[in-house]
Structure formats: C-alpha cells, structure tokens
C-alpha cells in the first residue's frame, strides 16, 4: 500500500516570509516517484517537479526548492520570500511502481495562504 | 498554452438528467485520466485509459460511463447522478501510460447535482 500524508491543512504567511510545505510518504518499493502540484483558485492542477526515488539531489527553481530525504521518507516544500501569487493549495503525490497500474497516490493538499 | 481542456466549467444537473463532460488534450500524451475532487478529500482517481483502452477502473459506479474514441479525447457520460456526485471533475493526460510521469490538468468541470 502506498499513502501520501500533508499534516499540514493551511498554511498562512506574510508576503516576503519563507514558508515550508511537508510531504511524508509511505511506500515497500525501491523505485517510485515524487510529485508536487499547485492547485491555484482557478481549479487547474499545475505541475511543479518530478523526482525518481534514485535522485536524492536537492533542486531549485527559482524561489522553489524541494528537499527529498529517503531516510525519512518526506519530499519537503519550501518557497522563499512568498509572493500573493503562491496562494493555491498545494498536493504532494507518490507514484509507485506496485501501486497498480498508473495509480497516483494524492495528499490531502496543503492551502497556503500568503497575505499582502 | 491550455494543453488540456474540459467543458463545460460548470454544470447543474438534476438527479434524472444525462449530459456528458468533454476533455481534450493538445499534448500529444498517450494517457488520459478522469479524477473526482470533493471537499477536504483527496483526489479520487476514477478511470485511466492508455492508448484508447481502458486500463483502470476504480470502483466506480455505474452512473458514470467513461468513452475514449481516440487518445485526445476523453468523454464522462454522467446518469441518474446522487447528490453526493457534487465534485469538481479533473481531466489529466500524460506521455507515459506507466503513470512515471507527470501528469497535465484541465480547468475541471464544478458539477452540482440538485
């Protein structure tokens, strides 16, 4: 069985605050793969990053970075200096390769607020 | 770009009606995916085809009939709905039909069954 599990219900932050975003995963298998989507008011789920359980490197995208630590099974979050714009809700999914057949595993999201 | 389409955005129907939601994608993916969104849920995968064929079904009701004439479209034909079924309903496409890969979204259809 595979789960996905986002304590974190909402988020509220002032403009220009850093603001981290956690991620605990549970899967047996060895190869899987990470996911995060942003969920904006407008409905549309956006693509964020992909990782494969064989890459543990750390990446940054701008003001985006994510922290993946197989040892603690968690994909962390983190957006610096938040913007009004990075309001949404945010989803961390798990892909794993006995999950069955394209089985996506979804947090429950995190609503992050970032107020002005 | 909008690589993936749904209509209609919203939809009000009685529990008696048949209408059908339409999505399409401009991505040339092979898979494409239909997921229900309620409130303070986690998105539910309901039905994945790859390359046209229907290739997961996770339980779902009856009431909801999914049809994929051709890879860049995806139809979900909705009957005698329950008020319960009041979902968003997202529409996703991907390259892989292994799901290792990240999937697209559409805007979703708000559907409200009275």
């Known amino acids: 069985a595979q789960k996905v599990t986002q304590a974190q219900t909402e988020i509220s932050v002032v403009e220009k605050e850093d603001v981290t975003l956690d991620c605990v995963y549970e899967t047996r298998d060895t190869t899987y793969y990470l996911f995060w989507y942003k969920q904006p008011p407008s409905g549309e789920l956006v693509f964020l990053i992909r990782?494969?359980?064989?890459?543990?490197q750390n990446e940054i995208s701008g003001r985006y970075s994510w922290n993946f630590q197989k040892s603690t099974s968690s994909f962390n979050f983190t957006i610096t200096a938040s913007q009004v714009v990075d309001s949404a809700v945010y989803f961390c999914?798990?892909?794993?390769?006995?999950?069955?057949?394209?089985?996506?595993?979804f947090g429950t999201g995190t609503k992050l607020q970032v107020i002005p | 770009e909008t690589g993936v389409t749904q209509t209609p955005r919203h939809l009000v129907m009685g529990m008696t009606n048949k209408k059908s939601l339409k999505c399409e994608q401009h991505l040339g993916h092979n898979a494409m995916y239909w997921y229900k969104q309620s409130a303070k849920k986690p998105l539910e995968l309901m039905f994945v085809y790859s390359l046209e064929e229907r290739v997961e079904n996770n339980s779902v009701p009856s009431r909801f009939s999914p049809e994929c004439p051709n890879s860049s479209h995806l139809f979900l034909h909705l009957h005698t709905l329950q008020p319960e079924d009041s979902a968003l309903y997202l529409c996703a496409s991907s390259q892989d039909p292994q799901g290792a890969y990240e999937q697209y979204f559409g805007p979703g259809t708000r559907l409200t069954v009275t």
């Open positions: 999914a798990l892909r794993a390769h006995s999950g069955g057949y394209q089985k996506v595993t």
């Open positions: 990782r494969n359980s064989f890459d543990e």
